[in-house]
T-cell receptor, first 116, second 111 residues
Framework: GAVVSQHPSWVICKSGTSVKIECRSL??????MFWYRQFPKQSLMLMAT?????????EQGVEKDKFLINHASLTLSTLTVTSAHPEDSSFYIC????????????FGPGTRLTVL | EDQVTQSPEALRLQEGESSSLNCSYT??????LFWYRQDPGKGPEFLFT???AGEEKEKERLKATLTKKESFLHITAPKPEDSATYLC????????????FGQGTELSVKP
């Protein structure tokens, strides 16, 4: 149980285009999902927290108009990187936390974004 | 400021050589401390959650302990397949469940 998937696993795009990354909880309902980014040899940095049906809460320094987050259902959250630039190239990872008092966060396999 | 510091940054062990990884934290209010394992190019894999000082949890060759200032991840008789980066993260009270991660310890176990 507690499986989280991400799609795509990797994507290469041209500068200026937008990229959408999906995060799904496969066997539980995720009331809260989190989006992180990770640069090589560095740890995970939280970008935003999204709760189903409400607006995402962004961490300081993260541009909400650039990183659009939608948490439309209890099993799906999406991150859209708009007008991507090479500096947005990174490893994007989502995590999901279920309801009913379970506090553990389970992570997806990550999405490698490369912007040319 | 809430901080999480892991040491050492890298650790090389021979197969069977037991050791410990450290996670020190300074936070305003701890709700829980998490340990994850991360393999290259993959997402973190959940290992343990600890909630109170004195708590211990075990899973195979791993044992996690918690005090009021730090947590240890003890690895007993490690095998090459235990090689990975081990991440520690703290969850604060009244912060919506978000995690603050340490920099990780890169463990390499040689046969």
């Amino acid at each position: 149980g507690a499986v989280v998937s991400q799609h795509p696993s990797w994507v290469i795009c041209k500068s200026g285009t937008s990229v959408k990354i999906e995060c799904r909880s496969l066997d539980f309902q995720a009331t809260t999902m989190f989006w992180y980014r990770q640069f090589p040899k560095q740890s995970l940095m939280l970008m935003a927290t999204s709760n189903e049906g409400s607006k995402a809460t962004y961490e300081q320094g993260v541009e909400k108009d650039k990183f659009l987050i939608n948490h439309a259902s209890l099993t799906l959250s999406t991150l859209t990187v708009t007008s991507a630039h090479p500096e947005d190239s990174s490893f994007y990872i989502c995590s999901a936390r279920g309801a009913s008092g379970r506090n553990e966060q389970f992570f997806g396999p990550g999405t490698r974004l490369t912007v040319l | 400021e809430d901080q999480v510091t892991q040491s050492p940054e890298a650790l090389r062990l021979q197969e069977g050589e037991s050791s410990s990884l450290n996670c020190s934290y300074t936070v305003s209010g701890l709700r829980g401390l998490f340990w994850y394992r991360q393999d290259p190019g993959k997402g973190p894999e959940f290992l343990f959650t600890l909630y109170s000082a004195g708590e211990e949890k075990e899973k195979e060759r791993l044992k996690a302990t918690l005090t009021k200032k730090e947590s240890f991840l003890h690895i007993t008789a490690p095998k090459p397949e235990d090689s990975a980066t081990y991440l520690c993260a703290v969850q604060l009270r009244n912060q919506g469940g978000k995690l603050i991660f340490g920099q990780g310890t890169e463990l390499s176990v040689k046969p």
